[in-house]
């Protein structure tokens, strides 16, 4: 497993890795927590998409906030992604989803 930064659990990561792996079909294996989003080839087509996805899972809608950032999430690495979305969801994201 990829290391992840302090500010998120490896759970979190493992988690979002599997679901950026299953919305833009790049192998889980090539996905880490440095990987930018731009990276994976996300347009803001996806990045509505993973807005959908994350809501699903996690039982919260922070597509305003996801879509106020633009591209600039584009530009974030997974890794930044996690700990903004744990900061944006008040609590860790695997919390979140139990």
Request: hydrophobic content about 50%; charged content about 20%.
């Given at each position: ?46 990045r509505a998409e ?20 633009g591209p600039e ?26």
């Amino acid at each position: 497993m990829p290391a992840t930064p302090p500010a998120t659990s490896q759970g979190t990561a493992a988690q979002m890795i599997e679901i950026l792996a299953d919305l833009t079909e790049v192998e889980e294996q090539e996905i880490d927590t440095a990987t930018t989003l731009a990276d994976l080839n996300m347009d803001s087509l996806m990045r509505a998409e993973l807005e959908t996805v994350l809501a699903q899972e996690f039982g919260r809608s922070i597509a305003a906030e996801v879509t106020a950032k633009g591209p600039e999430v584009l530009a974030m690495t997974v890794g930044q992604f996690i700990a903004w979305l744990e900061t944006r969801l008040a609590v860790p994201v695997n919390e979140a989803a139990s």
